[in-house]
């Protein structure tokens, strides 16, 4: 009987183990063109650089539902692991692409996964989304990394040189953007930590997203700053990479070194809640001087706080609301506008 119960676990571990190979072995065979076929844009981007067409035009219009892109990436010194790609939508701001009429293979972190021991180089046909508008563009940005990137540092780990990338850009009318130049969130809230990991406690500017503690892994790098009540410093805001690591151990929790967090600046400002509500164009955040620290303690509703992330964009935080202290529930409310 015993026997018998080994021979079908066996079977059964070779039949998952086969169908998880079967379903990791997709290496986005479908996004390569076929001999023939047309494109609105063709973009070539190499380690080289000779012959390259980094730099692709194109005109939308009301016929236009995508633009089939052709994307050819090459190198002669570095293998490519992942392809990012970002869209910029009437200049309102970048933001990871989102493939929605492709099935593609993709990383957690939504990176295109170059799947291969030696991807050296790889050509894909890309249907790019082109909304309808009068005015305005559509700005593509794609780059090869050698790992894991990172959508707001083109640097990080680029395969083929720390500012290579590509880029589409489809016009509308004059090409004019009548994006604000900031990102607005409101009512965001953002959990007390709890030791399981289950509290969403840390927040990304970039896609808008506010995540859990046990996500930490691929998403950790994403994060810009996170919530804790201290037993002194009360409600508090830190950067990811400068969080108390007796509360949370951040770079332990995303298998990451503590270079590879965001940095974030603190500071309570002079302006006023009525200030902050006027606040509607990047330029209105131009006078935030970066602040010292990456930490902010002994917050209270309608502090308005200065704000630096690592990327040098300035912004302002209102504190909405505390909730509780440091328990299942507890939580901070916050409003913030941010350059983008």
Do not use: H
Not at 22 to 27: A, G, I, L, N, P
Not at 157 to 186: E, H, M, P, Q
Not at 228 to 248: C, E, M, R, V, W
Not at 274 to 287: Q, T, V
């Amino acid at each position: 009987m015993n026997t018998m119960l080994k021979l079908k676990s066996i079977v059964t571990l070779l039949i998952i183990a086969t169908f998880t190979f079967s379903c990791s072995s997709d290496d986005n065979d479908d996004l390569i063109p076929t001999d023939g076929e047309i494109f609105d844009a063709e973009l070539i981007v190499s380690e080289s650089g000779v012959g390259d067409n980094r730099t692709v035009n194109v005109t939308g219009g009301a016929t236009n539902t995508s633009i089939k892109s052709k994307v050819k990436f090459s190198s002669t010194t570095k293998s490519m692991r992942r392809l990012y790609i970002t869209q910029n939508i009437n200049g309102v701001g970048e933001e990871p692409y989102v493939f929605t009429s492709q099935e593609v293979d993709e990383k957690p972190d939504g990176s295109l996964d170059l799947v291969g021991g030696d991807k050296k180089d790889f050509e894909f046909k890309i249907d790019l989304p082109t909304p309808s508008m009068a005015n305005g563009t559509i700005v593509y940005k794609f780059w090869a990394t050698t790992g894991r990137g990172d959508f707001r540092d083109i640097t990080k780990r680029n395969a083929l040189g720390d500012n290579v990338l590509g880029t589409i850009t489809v016009k509308y009318g004059l090409g004019t953007n009548s994006g604000s130049g900031i990102k607005s969130f409101t009512q965001t809230i953002l959990s007390a930590p709890l030791a399981d990991g289950s509290s969403k406690t840390f927040i990304s500017l970039f896609n808008e997203t506010v995540y859990k503690i046990n996500q930490g892994e691929e998403f950790a790098a994403l994060w810009d700053f996170g919530y804790y009540y201290g037993l002194t410093g009360k409600a508090s805001l830190a950067s990811s990479n400068n969080y108390p690591t007796n509360i949370i151990d951040v770079p332990t929790i995303g298998g990451v070194t503590a270079d590879e967090l965001n940095k974030a600046y603190f500071g309570l400002s002079t302006k006023t809640v009525a200030e902050f509500e006027a606040i509607s164009n990047r330029s209105d955040l131009d006078f935030v001087v970066q602040p010292a620290n990456q930490r902010i303690n002994n917050l209270a509703v309608n502090n308005i706080i200065d704000f630096v992330d690592n990327y040098g964009n300035k912004g302002l935080i209102k504190v909405v609301e505390i909730s509780g202290t440091d328990g299942t529930g507890d939580f901070i409310k916050l409003d913030i506008k941010i350059q983008n």
